[in-house]
């Protein structure tokens, strides 16, 4: 069973328009944390956020917002005033402790995010 | 840049061939994650080591193994290889805790002709 899902594929926005990225997750872990990562076409990961299963207070980082939402297992990162640079794809990732024991990460699937000038 | 090196960048061999894949982690850290990221399967666990100890395995395939030296660089050895073993791997370090974050290297494109 997929532990992470993103369901859209690929979302198209025009610069400086917000762009929202849906991520919805499965776990039977207490604690856990959940992480957006970043992919730009060059190929490497960069982190970006984090987030605790206990700490649902949603915060803003420069462009960068999240909603967390424990009730109903989602975590959304939203792009304010998107950026070319900011094409690239965005992965959801989940690291919990049940049932291996260690901070292993199972991503979702991506979205394409495509910022036209 | 993360502070993750991986050699090297780009890799292209043959079916049946053995390769290894080397991975400096961030000073300091002790974990070192493998991830495999392929169209079909996406990004996927492989195995974690920690100061040296194997902690954890996931999808890795018999034909792949790894380890971890003294001075906590990390290798990942594919042997036997067939085409769907091309994909990008990625390394990934942390200092050891469970609840990390992972920093992720530029990851090594292997292509298997």
């Known amino acids: 069973a997929q532990k992470v899902t993103q369901a859209q594929t690929e979302i198209s926005v025009v610069e400086k328009e917000d762009v929202t990225l849906d991520c919805v997750y499965e776990t039977r872990d207490t604690t856990y944390y959940l992480f957006w990562y970043k992919q730009p076409p060059s190929g490497e990961l960069v982190f970006l956020i984090r987030?605790?299963?206990?700490?649902?207070q949603n915060e803003i980082s420069g462009r960068y917002s999240w909603n967390f939402q424990k009730s109903t297992s989602s975590f959304n990162f939203t792009i304010t005033a998107s950026q070319v640079v900011d094409s690239a794809v965005y992965f959801c990732a989940l690291s919990e402790s049940f049932p291996y024991g260690n901070n292993r990460l199972a991503f979702g699937k991506g979205n394409q995010v495509v910022v036209i000038p | 840049d993360s502070g993750v090196t991986q050699t090297p960048k780009h890799l292209i061999t043959a079916t049946g061939q053995r390769v290894t894949l080397r991975c400096s982690p961030r000073?300091?850290?002790?974990?070192v994650y493998w991830y495999q990221q392929s169209l079909d399967q996406g990004l996927q666990f492989l195995i974690q080591y920690y100061n040296g100890e194997e902690r954890a395995k996931g999808n890795i395939l018999e034909r792949f193994s790894a380890q971890q030296f003294p001075d906590l660089h990390s290798e990942l050895n594919l042997s036997s290889l067939e085409l769907g073993d091309s994909a990008l791997y990625f390394c990934a370090s942390s200092p050891g805790g469970m609840t990390d974050t992972q920093y992720f290297g530029p990851g090594t494109r292997l292509t298997v002709l």
């Open positions: 987030r605790n299963s206990f700490d649902e």
């Open positions: 000073s300091g850290d002790l974990s």
